[in-house]
């Protein structure tokens, strides 16, 4: 266990945080529930142990804020395909054990598949320039990394370089959580550098629609806590809005450049996120005009080839997909720490350094 | 993933940076940052870009958190995410 004791910078105003939090709570008369969408705000909450300070009337659940997460299974089976192939996968990390049909990129590797790990796009097409073989950028992340995508895109990659986008796009997906029959959610807490791409004002449209408030807030626990102080305001209130609580990092407009670049490269789609929904709009997928570089468009890739299997026995067991709708949390799973641990997943949310799974398993979870 | 790391900027060429982190010197691309970036200044780097120049108020408080994650071990999920963004420059 490597949980570190609390690290606040300023401990006084994380208690008068904390106080105010709970004295807000206590007003509303009622439990309340609140939704964050990011796998650095659940690792914060978890690290610095914020979930002991936060009243017990208090929910505080962690959404679909791990893109690996919710990266389909079939999205995982055109990797493991190409793979098959002999073509190069260039991906994040995170993205080898997480579970296909069959096989994961891992099972791939494992059988000679040649995969690469990547820490940014930039390096795959790097990789790309001193080869002849085929390279695949398997592309996961939200909008904040998809922009890096869309700029090695951009910049004239070499011929054997191309793009499986399995990128997601945010707003979309908190629409459905918010809409989801029985739903308790009654704010969101938005993640600073996510929103350093899409600008503030893209949630207000969405507040406007769903009369759900939104606080964007830092990843500094003290910031948490006054984005939950903040947020529970607004639900006392009864006037939803959204604040921005981050504007060293944040405009209302946000980063125009980028989101030129972003939406240039991509067109949103909707698609399926794993165990959540289909979610309109929710997949990014490269423009026609980019098909030289879609992977999708290069290669035959056969799915039908795997129709035949059942998924692994465990696998119908998981809960993931209710973990990331909110609906229940990783206690609640029968295989959590048993058969599923970090080193022998069988969900992806303990796959990834940002699902819930895997950061309750590290840090400890919950408090009794 | 969408934690980022800061950095200071040492010296920019046209489209890349060579961007300070905790001593070690890397080159950041510069394509999606909306902002002119000069030597002296802070941006924040996501996978290789910098995503934002840091404003020069906010520089301090930012670095604070980071000194505080980049304590961790090799174990510790922020700790791992932060080295990782670091990983991703060349």
């Keep these: 266990m490597s949980a570190t004791p609390l690290q606040f910078r300023d401990p006084q105003l994380a208690r008068s945080l904390a106080a105010t939090l709970a004295h807000l709570v206590d007003g509303l008369g009622r439990p309340a529930a609140v939704m964050h969408v990011c796998g650095s705000h659940e690792q914060a909450i978890a690290k610095f142990g914020l979930r002991s300070l936060f009243p017990k009337a208090l929910d505080v659940i962690m959404g679909p804020g791990c893109p690996v997460c919710v990266t389909d299974v079939p999205e995982v089976d055109e990797g493991v395909l190409l793979a098959a192939q002999g073509v190069r996968i260039a991906t994040f990390g995170d993205m080898l054990k997480v579970p296909g049909t069959v096989r994961s990129l891992a099972d791939a590797q494992a059988m000679g598949g040649k995969i690469d790990i990547i820490y940014s796009p930039k390096q795959a097409v790097d990789l790309a320039r001193k080869t002849t073989e085929e390279v695949v950028l398997f592309a996961t992340g939200f909008e904040t990394t998809a922009v890096a995508t869309a700029a090695v895109i951009l910049d004239s990659p070499p011929p054997n370089f191309s793009v499986l986008s399995a990128h997601k796009y945010i707003p979309p997906v908190m629409e459905i959580v918010a809409e989801m029959p029985g739903s308790r959610i009654e704010g969101f807490l938005a993640a600073g550098h996510a929103a350093t791409i899409t600008g503030s004002a893209i949630f207000e449209e969405f507040v406007e629609r769903h ?54 490269v991509f067109r949103s789609t909707g698609g399926r996120w794993r165990g959540i929904a289909h979610v309109p709009n929710g997949n990014l997928r490269l423009r026609d005009e980019f098909a030289h570089v879609d992977a999708r468009k290069r ?37 959590f720490n048993r058969e599923c641990v970090p080193e022998n997943p069988v969900g992806a949310c303990m796959v990834s350094n940002e699902g819930t799974c895997k950061i309750w398993h590290l840090y400890g979870g919950v408090p009794a | 993933m969408c934690l980022g790391v800061p950095g ?83």
Excluded at chain 1, 218 to 241: Q, T
């Design chain 1, 211 to 264: 009369g759900v408030p939104v606080v964007i807030a830092g990843f500094e626990p003290n910031d948490i806590l006054a984005g939950l102080v903040e947020l529970v305001e607004l639900i006392r209130e009864g006037k939803p809005r959204v604040v921005n609580m981050f504007p060293r990092c944040v405009t209302r407009e946000g980063n125009l450049a980028a989101q030129q670049q972003l939406w240039r």
């Design chain 1, 299 to 335: 290669f035959p890739i056969d799915l039908a080839s795997l129709w035949d299997y059942a998924p692994p026995a465990l696998a119908g067991q998981c809960i993931c997909g209710d973990i990331m709708a909110g609906i229940r949390n990783p206690r609640d799973c029968r295989l």
């Design chain 2, 8 to 90: 200071r900027v040492v010296a920019v060429n046209e489209f890349t940076a060579t961007v300070d982190f905790w001593g070690v010197r890397k080159d950041v691309r510069l394509d999606i940052v909306d902002e002119p970036v000069a030597p002296g200044d802070y941006i924040l780097n996501h996978v290789g870009f910098a995503i934002r120049r840091i404003p020069p108020e906010s520089v301090a408080e930012t670095l604070a958190l980071y000194d505080a994650l980049l304590e961790g071990d090799d174990t510790d999920l922020m700790t791992g995410d932060v080295r990782a963004e670091i990983a991703g420059t060349s």
